[in-house]
């Protein structure tokens, strides 16, 4: 355990920011339908300060606190007019959050009601105190709805540049095929200015289920009792019964005792044995989705209902991709799930009721997904990214400009200079754009041969872009 400046107790150095570079100050973040704390756990690792979050459900308040510092607040963001000056006065350089997703989520009842509204409510909450940065996330089917639209439109007559992708967490450190939607939001920018460093920043492989079971799967251990009845199965993380010449194999005869560390994986699923190697574990499916997985790949998205066992139903009809049987699969527990959405072992989720721990868990951000977002937002305000040059600027320049692939290259290289001089930015209005590179040519003192050719590129670069806009 870790204290915080008020003295109180937070989770560990798990949850402790990234060290920010000498003479650079943290980001100042205010985070809206902040839950039990993946994003801001997130956040936070990449080097981000919290300064404050809201969450309508006190145990959500109480956990994020808990685990991240005392800066959560229970309040219902419906109350714009209270709230909005409130944030405001806290002056962020980013607002993050992702609203209730529950009207837009293939779970949910697909109507757009009060819960959709609340991506309107984000977008205003973001116009109001015009932080520099924004981050919005949400299921993928949000995207085509009416809420977003608006929210959308509010956005950009703000003056955002927007970045709208849906990611994979499993690209993203998550053991865990998690679509949603991301959209990041930079003051003065073109759209999709992040778009491939995000896009960058994703692995080639998938995370698979491996990198948090791995070692963990085989952590019941047969200790043979002594006398018939007793219990023989013990959990590496429990103590273990007194150790005498307990250590064989464990025979088949064996019947599952109720203190076994491992009975209601047993019992639940009729052919596993604990000696046997686990091929399978299993996610409660919703409609006619596969229940089992293998440790090779990540898991399904994870919902509050994933670690119910499977129904006698779904044993008679087994989905025909499964693996392995779903009567020998195993069945997740609250802190594997927790686990799989990137929380660290340790996260403290005591007094809240159990159901609601799996409504915290399945609502969450994975942790490393956000992590990898503010890693690159950072980087992009420190000016160490730049957008790309993409290849068919080139072919233009080739067929329309009938340049010369020597040409081609010196054109693309210009264009990449002028966006290194501009610190990465990719202003949307070309006035302040040109004004930002005149005083970047200054201050780098550039012959004026070499400033003409890095003007005439970006020229030709947008008006690359503007034809590309335009679909000519
Ligand atoms: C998708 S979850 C956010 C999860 C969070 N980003 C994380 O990474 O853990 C949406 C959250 O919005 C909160 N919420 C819903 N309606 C709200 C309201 N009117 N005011 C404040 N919070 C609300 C819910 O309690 C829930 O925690």
């Not at 977002?373 to 320049?397: A, D, K, Y």
Request: hydrophobic share 35%; proline share 7%; aromatic share 8%.
């Amino acid at each position: 355990m870790f204290l915080d400046a008020a003295g109180l107790k937070v989770a560990s150095s798990a949850t402790e920011p990234a060290e920010p570079e000498i003479g650079q100050r943290r980001l100042r973040v205010v985070e809206l339908y902040a839950g039990a704390g993946g994003m801001g756990l997130g956040l936070r690792r990449a080097g981000f300060e919290l300064v404050r979050a809201y969450d309508h459900m006190q145990c959500a308040v109480d956990v994020y606190n808990r685990n991240l510092g005392y800066h959560a607040v229970v309040a219902d963001l419906g109350n714009v007019a209270s709230i909005a000056p409130e944030i405001c006065k806290l002056r962020p350089d980013m607002i993050v959050g992702g609203p209730p997703c529950q009207d837009f989520s293939p779970a949910g009842a697909r109507i757009e009601g009060e819960r959709a509204n609340h991506t309107r409510t984000f977008a205003l909450y973001v116009c109001a105190a015009a932080p520099e940065w924004f981050v919005m996330e949400n299921v993928q089917r949000a995207r085509n709805s009416a809420a977003w639209a608006d929210a959308r439109e509010m956005l950009k007559h703000a003056g955002y540049g927007l970045t709208q992708l849906v990611v994979n967490a499993a690209f993203y450190g998550v053991p865990q095929k998690r679509q949603r939607l991301i959209v990041v939001g930079r003051r003065g920018e073109r759209d999709g200015f992040l778009l491939g460093s995000i896009q960058h920043a994703a692995s080639s492989e998938p995370m698979r289920l491996r990198a948090v079971f791995g070692d963990r799967l085989g952590d019941h251990v047969y200790n043979h009792p002594r006398t018939p009845g007793r219990r023989g199965v013990w959990s590496v993380d429990g103590p273990s019964p007194t150790i005498r010449n307990a250590r064989r194999p464990q025979p088949a005869s064996y019947e599952p005792h109720p203190n076994d560390s491992n009975y209601e994986i047993v019992t639940s699923c009729a052919t596993s044995s604990p000696g046997d190697e686990m091929t399978g574990l299993y996610f409660r499916p919703y409609h006619d989705a596969r229940g089992v997985y293998s440790l090779d790949e990540p898991a399904p998205s994870i919902v509050r209902t994933s670690r119910e066992r499977p129904r006698s139903s779904y044993i008679a009809s087994p989905h025909p991709d499964d693996p392995s049987p779903a009567a020998s699969a195993y069945i997740l527990t609250q802190k594997d799930t927790s686990r799989i959405q990137g929380f660290p072992e340790d996260w403290d989720w005591s007094g809240c009721l159990s159901r609601d721990i799996d409504q915290m868990i399945a609502n969450a951000v994975p942790a490393p997904m956000a992590a990898s977002l503010g890693r690159e937002i950072l980087r992009r305000e420190r000016g160490e990214s730049h957008p790309g040059v993409p290849g068919n600027f080139g072919q233009w320049l080739a067929k329309e400009k009938k340049m010369a692939p020597q040409m081609v290259a010196n054109a693309k290289w210009r264009v990449k200079r002028a966006r290194q001089l501009l610190g990465g930015r990719d202003l949307q209005c070309s006035g302040a754009e040109a004004h930002a590179l005149e005083a970047a040519f200054e201050q780098e003192s550039l012959a004026k041969g070499t400033q003409s050719e890095i003007r005439r590129a970006l020229r030709q670069f947008r008006e690359w872009q503007e034809k590309v806009r335009s679909g000519i």
